[in-house]
C-alpha cells in the first residue's frame, strides 16, 4: 500500500480530532445550517470570484451533448447548471452554423449528488425557478460510496466539496470506479497560495473576516470557522495531484487560480 493513502483527513474536522464517523455527521450538519445561505455567503466570502473560476472550469471541461454528467457535492446546483447552459450553447451554435445539422447520439444526462438533502432542496428550487424540471437527476449520497453504477459517467465534477469528503482518497477511487474509460475527472476546490505576501494577507482575512460574515449573514459563525479551517487541512496541490495517481487516475494535472487561492485538478480514466 502506498504510504500517501491514508485518507489523513478522516480525523480531521477542521482543527479538531475527531473519528470518521462523527466528521461525517459534523460536515452534514454544517451544511445543513448554512444550505439556504451558501450562495450569498458563496459570493461574500470570495468577493464574487467563486463565479469566475466556475466559469473557467465550464471552459475547461468544453461541455457536449449526449454525454452523462455527475456533480458530486454539487447540492445547489451552481456546477450542474452551467453544464446545461453550455450544452444548450454548444449545440445551438453546431446547428446554426454552416455545416450539417449535429444531433447527439442519446440524451445528456446530468445528475447531481450531494450528502446533504437540504442543499439539494435549495438546487431543486433554484432549478424550477429556472423552468427546469425535469432536467436533472437528484440524488443523496456519499462521494466514498456513490450510488452509481461503475463506468457510466462521462465527466465527473466536484466543485468546493472535496475537502470536506471525509476519506479523500476513497472519494478518489469512487470517481475513478463510476467513470467510463477515457472519463473525465475535475476538481474545483479552495487549495493553497504560494507567495507568501498574497498568503499572509488571504490569512488574515480568511480568519479574521470569513466567521465575522457567516455570524452577520447566516447566524452561524462555527460554520465559516470550521470551512476556513478546513482550507489549510486540504491537500496541496502537487499532493493532490499525486493521490488522483494513485487512485488510478492518467495525465493528472493542476492549473492555479487567483494566485492559488483555488486550483483545478482533472485526470482521465485511461
Known amino acids: 500500500m ?32 448554512v444550505a439556504d445561505n451558501y450562495d450569498i455567503m458563496n459570493d461574500l466570502m470570495s468577493g464574487g470570484v467563486h463565479r469566475l473560476w ?52 442519446g440524451e445528456t444526462q446530468i445528475t447531481l449528488c450531494d450528502l446533504n438533502w437540504d442543499m439539494l432542496r435549495v438546487g431543486r428550487d433554484r432549478a424550477v425557478d429556472r423552468g427546469w424540471l425535469n432536467n436533472f437527476q437528484w440524488t443523496t449520497g456519499n462521494a466514498e460510496s456513490l450510488p452509481v453504477p461503475s463506468n457510466s459517467i462521462d465527466v465527473y465534477t466536484i466543485a468546493f466539496g472535496l475537502r470536506n469528503v471525509t476519506r479523500i482518497d476513497d472519494a478518489l477511487k469512487e470517481a475513478f470506479r463510476v467513470l467510463k474509460t477515457g472519463g473525465r475527472f475535475y476538481c474545483l476546490e479552495f487549495s493553497h497560495v504560494d507567495n507568501p505576501l498574497i498568503r499572509k494577507a488571504y490569512d488574515v482575512f480568511s480568519y479574521q473576516m470569513i466567521p465575522q460574515i457567516g455570524q452577520a449573514v447566516a447566524k452561524d459563525r462555527d460554520s465559516y470557522q470550521y470551512l476556513v479551517e478546513s482550507i489549510r487541512k486540504f491537500p496541496k496541490q502537487r499532493a493532490l495531484k499525486a493521490r488522483m495517481e494513485i487512485a488510478g487516475f492518467k495525465k493528472c494535472a493542476f492549473e492555479n487560480l487567483s494566485f492559488g487561492i483555488s486550483a483545478i485538478h482533472s485526470g482521465i480514466k485511461a
Open 2 to 33: 502506498h504510504k500517501e493513502y491514508l485518507n489523513p483527513e478522516s480525523t480531521q474536522f477542521g482543527e479538531r480530532d475527531v473519528s470518521p464517523e462523527e466528521k461525517t455527521a459534523a460536515v452534514r450538519g454544517v451544511f445543513d445550517s
Open 54 to 105: 466556475k466559469n473557467h472550469l465550464i471552459r475547461k471541461i468544453r461541455p457536449q451533448a449526449g454525454l452523462s454528467y455527475l456533480d458530486v457535492a454539487g447540492g445547489t446546483g451552481d456546477i450542474a447548471f452551467r453544464i446545461k447552459s453550455a450544452v444548450e450553447k454548444n449545440a445551438q451554435n453546431l446547428n446554426t452554423s454552416s455545416r450539417p445539422r449535429v444531433c447527439a447520439h
